[in-house]
């Protein structure tokens, strides 16, 4: 393992780590590893600095925090301890990592007081995804592109973390956050990728088990049945929309979920299937976003027949507007392609 620590930029850091004795130690090693990263990215989430830390030292916010907190660890113990080793291993405060891993479950509960929306909530509202999913005889591909804020760049790295049990994952990581609200894939040959969803304040089940613990859950599944059952299991606080790929069975499925157990799927099949940042399915009431209904429009109107053609609809900016290719303060930091059938 590098002794070196992550400082911000451009590269995209990689860390593996071997096999540990605890989950706390896991955290322990990652933190420790991206303390600069981590450090950097709380200084500078003016989100967090002035909305979520305000609002956790509020009766409402401590007792919003009391509850996601005690749910969540008795859900996931494990990782409940990753979380802490984290911010041992990093140097800062857990409540600041809480604050960061629970952001989508506890931004809805901050008052507003009446005033118009900050640039920074705006852009924290528009938090875009965009996944092209198709299998045929030809092809099997879950191609995405990770979306956000330019704030985000150079506050994310890529893990491998190998399990005693002889699991390994590999997942794109946000600084100080669980492994991984974004995407992943372990040796059992499962992966995932996931878009944010908007459900409405009223939609929301306050103090339920957090995006970031299941999708961390994700990393450890045996198969898509399993990975499946884990999604639905969780008694969530806000939905999230997975797209799961199984190498071994050449299948992806597309899961929305919403709280008090709600959830839709399909599986891909020969057409594309192109999911952004709104529910298709599942019938939630839910914020009407501009950008997600444009890139879904868009993505209708172009056909795929190739890999190239799958990945040429991530890369489209014909709408100038609300490009499927972000670019200005909402920026396409990355990608990834699961391609099922090998060349």
Known sequence: MASERAKPGNKLEFFEVEVCETAFEIGFLIGKRFSYLIKNRIASDLILQKQLLPFAQTIQGKSLLDELCKNN????????????GAAEGSGVSVLDLV??????????FVPKSGRAATKEEEEEASNDCSD?????NSMAIAAHNEDGNIALIGHSYLVKVKLSN???FTAFTYAGELPSCAFGFNSNGIAFTLNAVPPLPDEILAGGIGRNFVSRDLLESTDLEDAFNRILSANVSVGHNYNLADVRSRRILNIETASRNRYAFREAGPEQFFHANMYIHLQIQQEQNESS???QRRAAQ?????????????????DEEYPIYMQGNQFALCGTTYNLFSD
Do not use: C, H, M
């Open 302 to 318: 172009l056909s795929v027949e190739t890999k190239t053609e799958a990945l040429s609809i991530l890369g489209d900016w014909e």
């Open 73 to 84: 660890k008795q859900r996931f113990p494990r990782y409940w301890e990753e979380l802490v």
């Open 132 to 136: 092209v999913l198709i299998v045929n």
């Open 166 to 168: 002889g699991l390994s």
């Open 99 to 108: 604050l960061l891993n629970f952001r989508k479950e506890i931004l809805p």
């Open 293 to 295: 209904l444009r890139r």
